[in-house]
């Protein structure tokens, strides 16, 4: 039921890219994402809903493919304030559920 | 300012004690959820209410307990029943009409049984 992240960890220099990947084994209804900082609370960053609407972060961009129920980040020209753990959050079904299921996270580092 | 208190910061208790956990929003928000992380495990729900006087068990509910008295107010308390308590709690909440979507988080609490 928790839907699996990959990588679990990936290490980038400033200004490269990274691709981090949600997976389920259950029809999805949206995607949230979420970066958490060490000893901080998560941070909203974008949803992806079932029909294509995608709401969120200005500089960091998503996909969803509602038929393979993948989601996917893209974390362009990476900046070191984009370090942390990022999870995917999954609404399962038709919506309202009001309740998510989230993976395990993506350990996240940026080195100047 | 708005947003989710959650107290104290850091928590020691003695195995066999009965602890709670205090979580207060003032987002106005119906919808108030518990996460307990655990390194390497992401965020798991322990319990969520949707509307006062009422909630529903997460996915990891056994051994713990939860109210909903006042919308603002969603204590968790951790009994004696749970078998590994030392982790970090994550109190959550979110407007539940149409078009809100993100879950605003607390600090955390940081509870160590010994």
Not at chain 1, 12 to 24: K, P, T
Not at chain 1, 32 to 43: F, I, N
Not at chain 2, 76 to 81: D, E, H, Q
Request: proline residues 4%; glycine residues 10%; neutral net charge.
């Amino acid at each position: 039921q928790q839907p699996v992240q990959s990588p679990q960890a990936v290490i980038l220099r400033e200004g490269e890219d990274a691709v981090i990947n949600c997976s389920s084994s259950k029809a999805l209804y949206s995607v949230h994402w979420y970066r958490q900082k060490h000893g901080e609370a998560p941070v909203f960053l974008m949803i992806l809903l079932k029909g294509g609407e995608q709401k969120g972060h200005e500089k960091i961009s998503a996909s969803f493919n509602e038929k393979k129920q993948q989601s996917s980040l893209y974390l362009t020209a990476s900046q070191l304030s984009y370090s942390g753990t990022y999870f995917c959050g999954t609404e399962e079904g038709s919506g309202g559920s009001e309740k998510l299921v989230f993976g395990k996270g993506t350990k996240l580092t940026v080195n100047p | 300012d708005g947003g989710i208190t959650q107290s104290p910061k850091y928590l020691f208790r003695k195995e066999g004690q009965n602890v709670t956990l205090s979580c207060e929003q003032n987002l106005n928000h119906d919808a108030m959820y518990w996460y307990r992380q655990d390194p390497g495990q992401g965020l798991r729900l322990i319990y969520y209410s949707q509307i006062v006087n009422d909630f529903q068990k997460g996915d990891i509910a056994e051994g713990y307990s939860v109210s909903r008295e006042k919308k603002e107010s969603f204590p968790l308390t951790v009994t004696s029943a749970q078998k590994n308590p030392t982790a970090f709690y994550l109190c959550a909440s979110k407007g539940v009409q149409v078009g809100a979507d993100e879950q605003y988080f607390g600090p955390g609490t940081r509870l160590t049984v010994t």
